[in-house]
């Protein structure tokens, strides 16, 4: 099974312009993930997937591998699904570019679904962490899943799901992690099917599968990790670092 991974990087993000290429330690943001992902030694190989030029001189400038995508996309899936249309590979792993802290252990779990998995029958598996902090759990700029008794997903949301009308029951909130796994020939469908209202409202590019019929499954991981989405995020990715 040859399993690679591919880090989309798009450098005007919406949220934080030219995140990636900030500060981190003495090294850009999106050198930082690259660096985390190729040191886990799991995949046959590593590529960031850019629409910016800024962003590719900055990993192969620094002796990794890029490739510049040919059209314009909305989501990284897309991008992706482009650059390994004619790859000779079966499973392709998606670590988002603001990743910095990717860890091995996690991407290990992630890469089991699918070697546990005779059948095929999984198409997508994702990461979560369990969340505890209200300020987490309300804030838009965390994605949420539900699951169902064999983590699947439910749904995905920048609201808290599930709705905390009695926080007695014990109910758990879980946080997505930006981090997927697809079959080549699942990432490829995913592709070609057109975005629907759910995703275009919430733009979280994995509910267009939900949306579609199809099931993720996720996996749990407590590790901790900071995602890069605002300045406040960087600086506390700072402070770990250091």
Not at 42 to 59: A, G
Not at 105 to 124: P, T, W
Request: proline share 4%; hydrophobic share 40%; net charge negative.
């Amino acid at each position: 099974m040859k399993i690679i991974s591919m880090i989309p990087a798009r450098y005007s993000a919406s949220r934080f312009p030219g995140k990636l290429m900030q500060d981190l330690g003495g090294k850009t943001v999106i050198l930082r993930t690259y660096e985390a992902t190729v040191a886990t030694n799991l995949f046959d190989d590593v590529i960031v997937v850019t629409d910016s030029k800024i962003i590719y001189d900055e990993i192969v400038n620094n002796g990794g591998k890029a490739m510049m995508s040919i059209k314009e996309h909305e989501c990284g899936s897309d991008r992706i699904a482009e650059a390994v249309e004619f790859l000779d590979i079966d499973i392709v792993v998606n670590v988002q570019g603001d990743e910095p802290f990717t860890d091995k252990e996690s991407l290990l779990k992630l890469m089991e679904v699918f070697k546990d998995d005779g059948d095929k029958k999984i198409d997508l598996a994702s990461l979560m962490g369990q969340i505890t902090d209200w300020d987490e759990i309300n804030n838009p700029n965390t994605v949420k899943v539900v699951v169902d008794n064999n983590n699947f997903a439910l749904y995905f949301s920048r609201s808290p799901i599930p709705y905390p009308r009695d926080k007695n029951v014990g109910a758990k909130y879980f946080k997505h992690k930006g981090v997927y796994a697809f079959r080549k020939e699942a990432i490829l469908d995913f592709y070609r099917l057109p975005m629907l209202t759910l995703e275009a409202s919430e733009k979280i590019e994995c509910i267009r599968y939900l949306e579609y019929g199809r099931r993720i499954k996720m996996v749990e991981s407590n590790v901790d990790s900071v995602e890069i989405d605002t300045p406040e995020d960087l600086e506390r990715a700072r402070k770990i670092w250091k």
